[in-house]
């Protein structure tokens, strides 16, 4: 880079040769693949990390298919993806069984109390003999 008084600076002829073609589907991959698998573990929002695993598999191989710069980041990309993907089916499916029995377990505490009111009232009410 060089620079004269009064004029601006101007960047080396073989710059442009330089630069290499964007690898951004690869970043985005590995970027996916990476927060899929933080948010894998973590219930309810394992439903995200599902998405974005998902994304994560697709953008990787898009990437490697078009052979652009980044295989490393694709095949990371997909790695990190896919661990999610699988860890976030399973969490997802561990919160909906918690889910589900805790609604029953709610539903059947809820009878068990109002039998229990119930009867204590039906007690209090009963003529004395």
Do not use: Y
């Amino acid at each position: 880079m060089t620079f004269q008084e009064g004029r601006p600076a101007t960047l080396p002829e073989d710059f442009a040769a330089q630069v290499k073609p964007g690898s951004g589907l690869a970043i985005t991959a590995l970027v996916l693949g990476v927060v899929a698998l933080l948010l894998a573990a973590l219930p309810f929002v394992s439903l995200i990390a599902l998405l974005l695993g998902t994304a994560a598999v697709v953008l990787g191989i898009v990437a490697l298919v078009r052979r652009t710069a980044g295989k490393g980041m694709a095949i990371t990309g997909i790695v990190t993806g896919s661990v999610g993907l699988l860890i976030a089916i399973v969490v997802s499916f561990m919160s909906v069984i918690t889910l589900v029995l805790l609604g029953s377990t709610a539903g059947q505490a809820v009878s068990n109390s109002d039998r229990r009111m119930a009867e204590e009232t039906w007690v209090n009410i009963a003529p004395k003999r």
